[in-house]
């Protein structure tokens, strides 16, 4: 038997690379990097000395916050 409520934390817990994060925002690198500057994007995590992720939840939780087109 699954844990849903695990899976699902485990799901709102992966990191998003850079490429993924714009895939699924819609928005360009340069876009998402001035949003990070402005406050009105989520800033992302260091993985490692030359990479950054974002927080799956937090890239979703902006995208709830956006207006329907």
């Not at 850079?18 to 925002?25: D, I, L, S």
């Amino acid at each position: 038997m699954t844990n849903t409520t695990a899976d699902s934390a485990d799901a709102s817990d992966r990191l998003l690379r850079r490429k993924t994060v714009c895939a699924e925002t819609g928005l360009p690198t340069s876009t998402l990097y001035d949003k990070i500057a402005k406050g009105e994007f989520p800033r992302p995590v260091k993985i490692g000395k030359r990479a950054v992720a974002w927080r799956e939840r937090d890239v979703n939780g902006w995208k709830a916050q956006r207006p329907a087109a």
